[in-house]
């Protein structure tokens, strides 16, 4: 009789933490971590394609230090970061890592500006296909973090909720960090990609 008063307790525990948004955040929270893992994975194809971006400029425009200087040191901060799937639940680790992934998007962005500037370089067939590949990553950036910016409004939005706020309280579900309106700016604004098609400017 013991048995099956438990078992019946267990089964309204269970209906009643359905009714309250339990599995929706279950479902939200597993959305989350795929999205950001997405994002991760894209991030570090970008970082992958910085050493032979570099050395690749360099052989052209070795004097311009600076700006090989700038794109290194930015991949060097965001190499250094530990990007685990705990980064998420951690709102000011979260903020640091995206600001030095938007200094490294700025500095590629002044790599490429750069580069207009030495014909010879955006010929070589090795460094248009860095930039092509460097535009594909972007894309896939900018598709990998609104997915990810969908999938925590949607869980935000349970957490914040009710009923659902209270079963978050009660299993310890927080609201997650989300992405700055400067990062949507940078979203909107991906390195520009000259691949030499534009006309040169006629002499007057």
């Known amino acids: 009789m013991r048995k099956l008063i438990r078992a019946t307790l267990w089964l309204l525990l269970l209906s009643g933490l359905s009714g309250c948004g339990y599995n929706t ?6 959305q989350i971590k795929s999205s950001w893992a997405e994002v991760l994975n894209q991030y570090q194809r970008r970082a992958d394609l910085v050493p032979n971006l570099v050395n690749v400029v360099k052989g052209y425009a070795a004097h311009e230090k600076e700006v090989l200087t700038r794109v290194t ?7 250094s970061m ?4 705990e980064l998420i639940n951690d709102p000011e680790a979260f903020a640091r890592f995206q600001a030095a992934q938007g200094e490294l998007q700025s500095a ?4 490429l500006v750069v580069a207009e500037n030495y014909p010879n370089l955006k010929a070589d067939a090795g460094f248009r296909d860095l930039q092509a590949q460097l535009e ?7 598709v990998a973090r609104n997915r990810y910016i ?11 909720r009710f009923p659902g706020n209270l079963t ?3 299993f310890g579900y927080k609201v997650k960090p989300q992405f700055t309106v400067e990062n949507e700016r940078e979203m909107a604004t991906p390195p520009v990609v000259d691949f030499g098609t534009t006309p040169a400017p006629q002499a007057n």
Request: cysteine-free; overall charge neutral.
């Open 136 to 142: 594909g990553t972007e894309n896939r950036i900018t």
């Open 150 to 160: 969908q999938a925590v409004e949607q869980y935000n939005v349970t957490v914040r």
């Open 73 to 79: 040191e930015a991949r060097a901060k965001v190499g």
């Open 82 to 85: 530990q990007a685990t799937p």
């Open 108 to 111: 590629l962005s002044r790599l």
């Open 168 to 170: 978050a309280m009660l």
């Open 25 to 30: 955040l279950q479902t939200a929270d597993e």
